[in-house]
């Protein structure tokens, strides 16, 4: 699928640009409210960022998160940009594509739960590579590392231990997260969510 350039244009519309702050906002708070936790929970705004304005706005909330971390209180967050972006990027496709909609079913909760396992997937794709070459494997959750020692000690290789480990923290993270998200995303007025006046256009 491809959009317009029109299209993505209007995600950086006066609104569009005011919604960056405000989740990069959200993106930071919940990191710090869940710093004790055994999840991340930093890219909820980029998710909203996503459903609500759409994919590339998501995008751009999740690198400047990792950024603004970066300048200001997190040496590490610069490299896992790409990490956020992804999950905005991906969320907001879940929206254009009607896959996510306003909608309180139980079709749209089973919906929800598999856009969750498919953005676990992504962060794990996107994470693991960086967690390998920086850090030897390590996430900086005790209880991820604990996991990814365990499998280290039953003679699994690094990355396979590393990717496991961060699959299950992911799984546990973004189904939270999206969960989270798409309740924020039910209580917003529709004129506001633009991702249901972007036009997907096939191949």
Known sequence: MKYSIDKIKEEFSPFGIAMI????????????????????????GSMLAGVIVGPFNGLVVGLLTNVFKWLTFDPYALPYAIVNAAI????????????????????????????SVILAIVATATATPLNVV???????KPW?????AGFLASGWDVFM????AEFI?????????????WFIFLQVPPMFIKTQEIEVKGE
């Open 21 to 44: 702050p405000l989740m990069i906002g959200i993106n930071v708070i919940s990191s710090f409210l869940a710093a004790q936790t055994p999840v991340w929970m930093d890219t909820i």
């Open 161 to 164: 231990a590393s990717m496991t």
């Open 144 to 148: 991820v590392d604990a996991i990814f």
């Open 169 to 181: 923290s992911d799984i546990l993270d973004k189904t939270i997260s999206f969960f989270i998200t």
């Open 88 to 115: 905005g990027f991906v969320a907001g496709l879940f929206a254009v594509t009607g896959w996510i909609k306003q909608e309180k079913s139980t079709t749209m909760i089973i919906r929800v739960f598999i856009a």
């Open 134 to 140: 920086l850090w030897g494997g390590t996430t900086g």
